[in-house]
């Protein structure tokens, strides 16, 4: 069930230059929210700027709903102003494609910069369930954030900088490269730059693992309408197109073309 509300900002925490935790609460929200799952946020009252911003839920906690942006424009700029007590206007929970887990298997999730925040409610859920091994990458030691938080919900950690200023030096995938056979994964989870999802995509296929990716495109309405977010999906010899607000955003690895 999708839920129109202005929510109470709750707490708002600077995580990193430009990054910003906001929790708020909203209990139709928190009851109705699945993994993967993202909300679109207006930003302000005024005319401009019109259109929602879609962010990804990061945790449920209790009522609570937490999700983390980087400042990138004017939307989040704007967004990034809001204090504590203020109301925010979010549609949400939104999309169909969600994260599935299956009791019992050897899982790998790899995020990349800001791709990793929707990936802490799956690993969350997982723990437990599944060995959850998690493989999380940074430019550079300015943009890590969330170390200790997903390190709790794994019993694999691996942390990579591409310049090696903190923990691993080299890319993410490089280490689920070397681990998907020794560690018998299952099942892939990703979210995060596009280069990325392509390695982890073509690693998935090679190996003949299972893999959920989460999309992040360009958005317009948010809701199916506007056409501005549409993914080419392998449908043979016809061409298809799906939505990543309303069939995503996580889509089967195999499934969509990216
Ligand atoms: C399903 C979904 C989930 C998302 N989850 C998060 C999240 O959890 N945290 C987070 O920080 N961001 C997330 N994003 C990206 C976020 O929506 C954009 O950064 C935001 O809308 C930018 O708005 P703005 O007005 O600040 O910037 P704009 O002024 O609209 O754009 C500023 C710059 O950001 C680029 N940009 C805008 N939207 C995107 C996008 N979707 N992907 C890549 N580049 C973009 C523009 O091309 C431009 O260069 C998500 C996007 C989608 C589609
Ligand atoms: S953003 Fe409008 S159809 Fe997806």
């Given amino acids: 069930m999708?839920?129109?509300?202005?929510c109470k900002l709750v707490k708002k925490e600077k995580l990193k230059e430009d990054i910003y935790k906001f929790s708020v609460e909203s209990k139709e929200i928190a009851e109705n929210a699945k993994m993967g799952q993202f909300l679109e946020i207006r930003v302000s009252d005024r005319i401009e700027p019109l259109l929602r911003r879609p962010i990804s839920i990061h945790n449920i906690n209790g009522d609570i709903v937490e999700f983390i942006f980087q400042v990138k424009g004017k939307g989040t700029e704007i967004l990034a102003k809001k204090n504590e007590g203020e109301e925010i206007d979010i549609l949400g929970p939104l999309g169909k494609g969600t994260f599935e887990i299956e009791e019992g298997k050897n899982i790998a999730i790899i995020g990349g910069g800001i791709g990793i925040f929707p990936l802490y409610e799956l690993a969350k859920n997982a723990k437990g369930k599944c060995n959850v091994n998690m493989y999380l990458g940074f430019r550079n030691k300015d943009f890590v954030v969330l170390e200790k938080e997903f390190k709790e919900v794994s019993v694999k950690f691996v942390l990579t900088t591409d310049d090696g200023s903190y923990a691993e030096k080299g890319f993410a995938i490089n280490f689920l490269k070397q681990d998907i056979e020794a560690k018998r994964i299952d099942k892939i989870y990703a979210c995060g730059p596009l280069p990325m999802l392509k390695a982890v995509q073509s690693l998935a296929k090679e190996n003949n693992v299972p893999c959920q990716i989460s999309l992040e495109e360009r958005m317009g309405c948010g809701i199916g309408v506007c056409l501005?977010?549409?993914?080419?999906?392998?449908?043979g010899e016809e061409t298809e197109y799906k939505h990543v607000c309303k069939d995503g955003p996580v889509f089967d690895a195999n499934m969509v073309e990216i």
């Fill in 228 to 235: 501005g977010c549409a993914v080419k999906i392998n449908a």
């Fill in 2 to 6: 999708q839920v129109h509300a202005k």
